[in-house]
């Protein structure tokens, strides 16, 4: 393991998650992700990095909602990188994320048609938002143009703000330090982010857990997020 | 016994047999087979001559027409790069839509021109010898309009320029690993193939268009023709590189189709990882490609007055190819599917609900029309040889094979692994527009072409007439075939 290299890695607790949405804003506030109109979002066309997906059980009177915070799932073999011609989507070997490179970007689409998850979103407007919404955009994140694909980046602005910021100081990031937007946001502490090969770290020390899954494991994608989920567990139970 | 008899003339001055039973049979012959059926050349090159130059008002009436919609697709495509991707009907679950079904549909038909040309050289069936060229040139055209889809389909066709392997200063190579370099590779290296083997098989009637026109053809068929001369040694070297090409170019193709197979095989969407996609899509290509070719073959007999080259021992056989195709093809499907259906994995059994379900108009019209159509009804020599049926038939595999590229490409899409992100497509105007005026621009392209060169590849008919003749035999005339100088 290299000095610099960090292991960024989410817990998803799905017992706690009360599907509020706040991760979903705080992520547009935070990552300049256009706005897309109603009518755009049922054609499918939603630009949220993070989308809570609502499932539900069973039959009336006896159903229940299940919520699914559904984000880049940052995969360790991810199919989306092999696919794209020009290495706009590439792996980062110093923070293990998969990074979008937008400026690489000729809008092929492959990746996210190879994304079993579908968390890639493609600019299909030049984007726009509404007064006064223009006013707050993020100077810390690109506002990506026309054509080009987009995705969670587990806030990799404030990843670096946060190890550089320690390493001016001379030591490496604490546990703690970096906490991206949805993190930050969510009231029922849904999540839990950190450095897996800091063992100190919170995600270290939870991890395994009994209850962990990874969604799609199956496919053989290794992602770096963490679902918690107990056997019968319900929302408002 | 076999006759031999020395005749001194040429060969499309052969002497008619005196026995009247004989010379029925003979006459028979002639009028079934193109090659036992010589004509002077200089009629021929003649007849074509005057073919190429015809331009009525209808002709101009189809040019103006098709060049209307070719000039609707800049169109719409130049809106389309204004205004973004979003005017489509694509969304985040469904990214690849009609644009790359288009995409393998035409690089589709663009494989049967090489198969009947390159492949059927190789094994001397002399039936492709007028049809060669026709075919040719819908593979040439084919490939050109395939080309377009990449560019039309990608986010931001401004920087396309990222995907060539050409240095520059962002001191990054595109990635090897992405099947859509594969692809790229593969499309250019059969299109830069297939047009260096039509154009050496034009050269001799380039150079006989050449010495009957003045002008501006004189000086373009002067200059394409490259001082052909038709000496002894000319034609020895074009024989040697036909055989050359034919070699290199059927591997070619066959690479070509298996590689946009993987497209869809090397990703991990449900229906598309699949380890026969590609000789199941070779299949399909050549299945369409072959009824793209008869089509072709009946508009330019109607419109072009080619009864004498194109006759109906040649859609008997391509009716028969066409047959073998639809066979195959079922073959490959049912395998694909019945497999998958077996298998009864959660995320393909999504995709089999939606094709028999949601879109089962559309999977059960492709069904009878690739299977039911062609198996129905080719069967019958006299459906074969009929224009009408044969028209209708293609038409019918045509509209089968672009559903099948639909059904997998936009349809596949639409069940992806969570169901969260189901959706169901609907293509909207920019597709509909772009896909209509495709075909139109096909068009444009080929009744362009066909009077500016020799659809019919005179020099290989007037071979095969010099090369084949009927002997008689006891009582019976048979048709009998020198082997060239291969």
Known sequence: ?237 | MLESKTSTGPYWEQPAPDDEELLHQVEHLRDEHLLLDPRPPAENNALMLATMRRTGPFFWLMVLGLGGFVAALFAVWITQMIYGLGITGLNRSVMWGPYIANLVYFIGIGHAGTFISAALRLMRMDFRRPIARAAETVTLFGLAMAALFPLIHVGRIWKIYYMFPIPNMRQLWPNWRSPLLWDATAITAYMLGSTLFMFAALIPDLAMARDHTTGWRHKLYGALSFGWRGTEAEWRRLEKLADILCYVIIPVMFSVHTIVSWDFAMAVQPGWHSTIFGPFFIIGALFSGVAAVIMCMIIIRKAMGLGYFIREEHFNAMGIFLMILSIAWTYFYFNEWIVTWYGNLPAEKAILNMLTGDLGPFFYLMLFANIIVPLGTLWSKRVRTSLPAMFVIAMFVQIGMYLERILIIPGFLSRPELPFNWVNYTPHWPEITITIATFAFLGFLYILWSRVAPIIPLWEVHEGQALQTTRRMGRAALPTRTEGHH
Not at chain 1, 90 to 96: I, K, L, P, Q, T
């Open chain 1, 1 to 237: 393991m290299a000095e610099n290299e960090h292991k960024w890695t989410m817990i998803v607790d799905l017992d706690k998650c009360t599907g509020c949405q706040a991760c979903v804003i705080a992520c547009h506030a935070e990552n300049n992700v256009p706005i897309a109109s109603e009518n755009e979002v049922i054609r499918g066309r939603g630009q949220h990095w993070i989308r809570i997906e609502r499932y539900w059980e069973g039959s009336f009177p006896e159903i229940q909602a299940r919520f699914i915070p559904v984000f880049c799932q940052q995969c360790n073999n991810a199919p989306c990188e092999p696919v794209c011609p020009t290495y706009a989507s590439y792996h980062s070997d110093e923070e293990h994320l998969n990074v979008q490179v937008y400026n690489r970007c000729v809008g092929t689409r492959y990746c996210g048609n190879n994304c079993p998850y579908k968390v890639r979103v493609f600019n299909w407007y030049q984007p726009q938002w509404d007064e006064p919404l223009n006013q707050q955009l993020n100077p810390d994140v690109s506002v990506r143009e026309a054509g080009v694909m987009e995705k969670c980046t587990f806030c990799i602005q404030r990843i670096r703000r946060g190890v550089e910021a320690a390493h001016l100081e001379g030591r490496d990031v604490a546990d703690g330090e970096v906490v991206p937007a949805c993190v930050q946001a969510c009231p029922a502490n849904v999540f839990t982010f950190g450095d897996l090969y800091d063992p100190e770290s919170e995600v270290s020390k939870r991890l395994p857990d009994q209850r962990q899954a990874k969604l799609l494991e199956h496919l053989g994608t290794e992602p770096a997020v963490y679902y918690l989920k107990g056997g019968e567990s319900h929302v408002g139970e």
